[in-house]
């Protein structure tokens, strides 16, 4: 396997950034040379030399499987990003401007950065311990467990308007079902919270005698029937209902059979308009008007003020564009609670200002880059008085799939199967693994850590915060599942100390030791003026750095990378005057990671003494060891595996003994092994809270479409990004264009737009290539807004139409 971005390295040489913006989408025009073809294992390929670089087409031997990852090509084993994928599934497309596409040995599927192989077996070699790490204390679990049953009886239901009954914005004006399981506590009275669960993509249709599955037809072609994808999820609805909560789970078949085809964003929108409409359709029922059945069913039961939402995959990407569509809406629901499970993150919106947890299984063997790890990262300062807390889960031996039982072989009706595909893998490699937790273990872990959200946030029930604030506790209904925690505190719950997220951060490095502040990895970034954070990775094994579908270059979570060479090694972050009292806090909290060149004996035992100084120079000391396993390496040895994933390190105050907690002047974090090298961010001292949901106090910035005329030569389109009220604070959004259909390849990089405040537009300028050739079809560049502060996404993507002004 190779690197995702290896061939965008090459290409900064001489274009600067032209590869991170030519091999995202389709074709240009060709010219006359000749085109190369071959033969490999995935099908028949060509390549033709296009303006601005080389089209490659793949035709497939077989239709693509149906995954939530976006399909790539790869030539010579290195991936050149994200593809096109014709209605059928049997072709793929992609325009670059690397040389070494011009005569490749190969053409292939990737996925998530890499083309599949089955490696080798490898032994596993357990680290050795970390100084200390033997004597620390395992966290209690909660005293309430979140999958016991609750004290309602549980009835089900379901409600089905049809297989066309909405029409979507998101997929073009197709349509799709409004189809859903309903899940009721019988004896609870008055109105009642909700939760609505959204599925993934998943095929959409199969055929029962034949096993045969489908994706491209919807309604379903005749002989075949919907896969039921949104009943796999009783366990948790049925723990919520048991506890008074009303639960609808949601059917995106419709979506699934269009989203690759037909959408801007794979689907994103669509899915956020189908929670949308069950969510209006659901507010009628309550107030007794609308469909009979759903007034049946909910006629004065639900509190449309109290609203979760969990989504599964594409769906976890779904329910944030929800939360985000309802925030810009004159009158919005409640949401208060937003859960994307295994999630897709294709453009980098931010959720500040509503609770969240973003759940990610160690072994995804399908959105195996968990990507969805930018939800967390792009929201934490998004917002400054942000009033939220906001988690991200890392549940070691879970795969993609099997959270649902409609997705999990032996379980489910319709065809399914376990995603983790690699079967020599002695972690993931299959439910036999000693890592891996069976079927049942992976739903159980599921269905507590879902229920033990929603009844934390929307139910109120504070002992289960240990579960999501990175204390380590785990539910005793989780089994031998093990849960690695991040989390950050809502912003008047916390003092930020050194995020770590410029080179301003106020920190200085001494003794043998380097610290510098990095982004991103591979050289994708290079906008942002800081150097790149992971150099030896793939980008399936960095979560936080991992590249976006339709934000490629944008910078990715900025932290500090610090490494030493012997016990002189030292960080120091000095405390203003006015900011340290810290008295009452509950903890000094920061994310940690071992860096990629810390491997082997030296990875186990790697370890930092954290140190707070006060002012008569009292000190108190704690090794990272004895309160955190954030510097214990993950297990695994061939990509995706391990992952280089920062954990929270939660040393609590009653840790500093003898300190004046009144006035802390520092502190330090210094080496505490021989050497060592890590990843740092988010240092603050924290007061952790599920706060509360005020999203749509925010405004939100869309993008304004545009048509030109191309002009004689080389020139730029003026384009504008709009806000929906004046801000108090500088909005910041991140644009990036990419060339599609007939649009000639142009080098650029993403762009920060600033919005001023008070202001309620900024304008931006996208290069377009003019010639005096005349032309029959007009050119396309798809511009994506993205990672904005001060500000949520509204419209995120938009077009530029360059139009031909040649005469034929």
């Known amino acids: 396997m190779r690197l995702y971005a290896q061939v965008r390295v090459r290409a900064l040489a001489g274009t600067m950034a032209a590869a991170f913006v030519s091999t995202m989408l389709f074709a240009g025009p060709a010219h006359a040379d000749p085109p190369v073809s071959g033969t490999g294992e995935d099908g028949a390929w060509s390549i033709e030399t296009v303006e601005g670089g080389h089209k490659i087409t793949l035709r497939l031997a077989e239709p693509l499987p149906v995954r939530d990852a976006v399909p790539e090509l790869a030539v010579d084993g290195v991936s050149l990003g994200p593809a096109v994928e014709s209605p059928d599934g049997r072709t793929l497309t992609i325009t670059t401007s690397d040389p070494g596409a011009s005569a490749p040995a190969s053409v292939d599927v990737a996925w998530n950065g890499e083309v599949p192989s089955e490696a080798a077996p490898t032994a596993r070699v357990a680290p050795e311990p970390a100084p200390s790490r033997q004597g620390r204390p395992s966290p209690p679990p909660p005293p309430v467990d979140p999958a016991a049953p609750g004290r309602y009886t549980v009835v089900h239901d379901e409600y089905d308007l049809g297989d066309t009954a909405i029409t979507l914005a998101g997929l073009g004006g197709r349509q799709a079902e409004i189809r859903a399981k309903v899940y009721l506590p019988k004896e609870a009275t008055g109105r009642l919270p909700l939760v609505v669960f959204q599925h993934g993509r998943h095929s959409a249709c199969y055929n029962p005698v034949t096993r045969q599955t489908s994706n491209s037809t919807w309604p379903c072609p005749a002989g075949q029937q919907p896969i039921l ?90 329910v944030v564009k929800a939360a985000l569509l309802n925030a810009g809406r004159p009158a919005p629901y409640g949401i208060r609670a937003v859960l994307p499970l295994a999630p897709t993150d294709f453009a980098r919106a931010t959720l500040p ?361 080389p020139g730029a389109a003026t384009m504008t990004l709009t806000l929906s009220g004046r801000s108090k604070e500088p909005v910041t959004v991140n644009v990036q264009s990419i060339a599609t259909g007939t649009a000639p390849v142009i080098a650029t990089l993403a762009q920060q737009v600033v919005i001023p405040v008070g202001a309620r537009s900024a304008t931006f300028q996208v290069p377009i290539a003019g010639d005096t050739a005349p032309a029959t079809v007009a050119q396309s560049y798809q511009v994506v807004a993205s990672v904005p502060t001060n500000a949520t996404i509204g419209n995120g993507f938009t077009r530029l139409v360059v139009t031909d002004d040649d005469a034929l």
């Open 229 to 318: 994808s949104f009943t796999g999820y009783d366990g948790p609805a049925d723990v919520l209902a048991s506890h008074g909560y009303a639960v609808v789970s949601v059917s995106a078949n419709g979506v699934n059979a269009a989203d690759n085809p037909f959408s801007e964003d794979r689907g994103a929108l669509a899915r956020g308009e189908i929670v949308m409409r069950h969510l209006d359709l659901l507010a009628d029922a309550a107030k007794g008007t609308g469909d009979g059945k759903l007034v049946e069913l909910f006629e004065g039961r639900l509190d449309m003020d109290d609203i979760g939402l969990m989504g599964h995959s594409r769906g976890g990407e779904g």
């Open 353 to 713: 200002n509503i609770p969240m947890s973003v759940f990610l299984p160690y072994c995804d063997g399908d959105v195996s880059n968990q990507q969805g790890q930018h939800f967390y990262d792009d929201s934490l300062y998004a917002f400054a008085k942000d009033e939220a807390f906001r988690s991200s889960l890392m549940i070691m031996g879970t795969n993609h799939n099997f959270f649902n039982t409609e997705w999990t072989p032996g379980v489910a009706v319709a065809p399914a199967s376990d995603d983790w595909s690699n079967r020599n893998d002695p972690v993931c490699g299959s439910t036999a693994a000693p890592d891996r937790l069976t079927p049942a273990e992976q739903y159980a872990v599921g269905t507590a850590y879902i229920a033990g959200f929603f009844r934390l946030v929307q139910g109120g029930e504070h002992a289960l915060l240990p579960l999501f604030d990175g204390s380590g506790a785990v539910s005793a209904s989780a089994g031998r599942a093990v849960v690695h925690t991040v989390a950050q505190a809502e912003a008047d719950k916390r003092l930020d100390v050194a995020p770590f997220t410029s080179p301003s951060s106020p920190f200085t490095v001494s003794g043998a030791a380097t610290g510098v502040i990095c982004a991103g990895m591979l050289d994708r970034s290079p906008q942002s003026g800081v150097p790149t954070c992971a150099t030896r990775l793939t980008t399936s094994q960095a979560p936080s750095w991992t590249p976006a579908t339709y934000a490629g270059n944008v910078t990715a979570t900025p932290v500090l990378r610090f490494a030493w060479t012997d016990t002189t090694g030292e960080v120091s972050v000095p405390l203003p005057a006015g900011s340290r009292n810290v008295n009452g806090r509950d903890a000094l909290t920061f994310r940690a990671a071992l860096d990629e060149n810390t491997t082997g004996a030296a990875a186990g035992n790697t370890d930092l003494a954290v140190t707070v100084v006060d002012g008569r120079g009292t000190t108190g000391t704690v090794l990272v060891s004895s309160v955190s396993d954030a510097l214990t390496p993950f297990p695994g040895a061939v990509s995706p595996l391990p992952k280089t994933w920062l954990r929270t390190v939660r040393v609590p105050m009653s840790s500093f003994g003898g300190v004046d907690l009144r006035d802390v002047r520092e502190v330090r974090l210094t080496g505490a092994s021989p050497a060592g090298g890590v990843y740092l961010g988010d240092l603050a001292f924290s007061d952790v809270r599920v706060g509360k949901a005020e999203l749509d106090e925010l405004p939100q910035v869309s993008l304004q479409g545009l048509t030109v005329p191309e002009g004689d030569g």
